[in-house]
C-alpha cells in the first residue's frame, strides 16, 4: 500500500503565495512521476504540474511562469510553489504519484495513487 499525504493548503488573498507537500509513505519500490492536479466546483479535474524523478517538469499553460513543481526524491515528497495566486486558483488540490510497490518477495506491482485534496482559496 502506497499513501500521500498533503499539506499546506489554505486562504490567501490574490497576488499571495502558497506552498504545498505531498510526502508518498508505504511499499515504494520506485517513485515515477508526481503531480498536481485541482478542481474547482463545477469543474473537471485538471491538470497543474507535473515532475518526472528526473526532475523534467511540464506545466498548465494557466500557471506556468507562477506555479513551481519540484521534489525531493530522498523524502518521497513533491511541492507546488504557488506565487502570483489568483482568484481563478481557487480549487481542492490533489497530489498524484505513480510508481512500482513491493510486497512480500519479489512480489512488485504498478501503482496510481492520489492524495486526500487540499483546499486553497484565493480571495479578498
Known amino acids: 500500500q502506497v499513501q500521500l499525504v498533503e499539506s499546506g493548503g489554505g486562504l490567501v488573498q490574490p497576488g499571495g503565495s502558497l506552498r504545498l507537500s505531498c510526502a508518498a509513505s508505504?511499499?515504494?519500490?520506485?517513485?515515477?512521476?508526481m503531480g498536481w492536479y485541482r478542481q474547482a466546483p463545477g469543474k473537471q479535474r485538471e491538470l497543474v504540474a507535473r515532475?518526472?524523478?528526473?526532475?523534467?517538469?511540464n506545466y498548465a499553460d494557466s500557471v506556468e511562469g507562477r506555479f513551481t513543481v519540484f521534489r525531493e526524491n530522498a523524502k518521497n515528497t513533491v511541492y507546488l510553489q504557488m506565487n502570483v495566486l489568483e482568484p481563478e486558483d481557487t480549487a481542492v488540490y490533489y497530489c498524484?504519484?505513480?510508481?512500482?510497490?513491493?510486497?512480500?518477495?519479489?512480489?512488485?506491482?504498478?501503482?496510481?495513487?492520489w492524495g486526500q485534496g487540499t483546499q486553497v482559496t484565493v480571495s479578498s
Open positions: 515532475i518526472s524523478s528526473g526532475g523534467r517538469t
Open positions: 508505504g511499499s515504494i519500490f520506485m517513485l515515477g512521476d
Open positions: 498524484n504519484a505513480v510508481g512500482i510497490s513491493r510486497g512480500s518477495v519479489n512480489d512488485y506491482s504498478n501503482f496510481n495513487v
